[in-house]
């Protein structure tokens, strides 16, 4: 069965869900696909970057992947953003991939591996993603899911104003 695998510090909003988007673009297609946006290309050794051949607008048939390259030699700013579903093809191969960076299993490694067995597909999704792998992405995600939410947002949003005001009286 394929299967999604979501990266717990990478929080994704969109209309429809990203994961949505992508099981439905899983249905018509029948490959792997991973989520991708682009990344300032000085960011790139952050981040696993994909090369590849567009098909669509929102859609590359990914011919490499690189884990976390320096901007010189990063093939794209298109960066691997913790979402993916994949099929069960990549358990055979990450069990005879050795271990990669940080001596660690590397799903990165597994994927690349993957590019030689089936077509893999890179998606842009329709959305927003927060790195809350980060103190100022954790923080970010928490303020526009504050001020979203149906049943506190009018009421955190009235608070921040008001935080916000006092912090400027404090200062003056």
Not at 90 to 118: C, K
Request: aromatic fraction near 6%; proline fraction near 6%.
């Amino acid at each position: 069965e394929p299967f999604a695998v979501l990266l717990a510090d990478d929080l994704m909003i969109g209309q429809p869900p990203i994961m949505q988007q992508m099981t439905d673009l899983f249905a018509e297609r029948q490959c792997s696909i991973l989520a991708v946006q682009e990344v300032p290309r000085n960011e790139t050794h952050r981040y696993g970057i994909v090369r590849g051949e567009p098909l669509a607008a929102d859609l590359l048939a990914i011919s490499g992947l690189v884990e976390k390259p320096q901007p010189d030699v990063a093939p794209s700013n298109l960066a691997v953003a913790g979402r993916y579903v994949l099929t069960p093809a990549v358990f055979d191969l990450i069990r005879v991939q050795p271990r990669g960076a940080g001596g660690e299993i590397q799903l990165t490694d597994g994927i690349a591996a993957l590019l030689n067995v089936e077509q893999v597909l890179a998606y842009r999704y329709h959305g927003t993603r927060y790195d809350c792998g980060s103190k100022l992405g954790l923080m970010q995600a928490s303020v526009v899911l504050g001020q979203t939410h149906p049943e506190l947002g009018d009421d955190f949003t009235a608070w921040l104003k008001a935080r916000q005001a006092a912090s400027e009286a404090t200062a003056a």
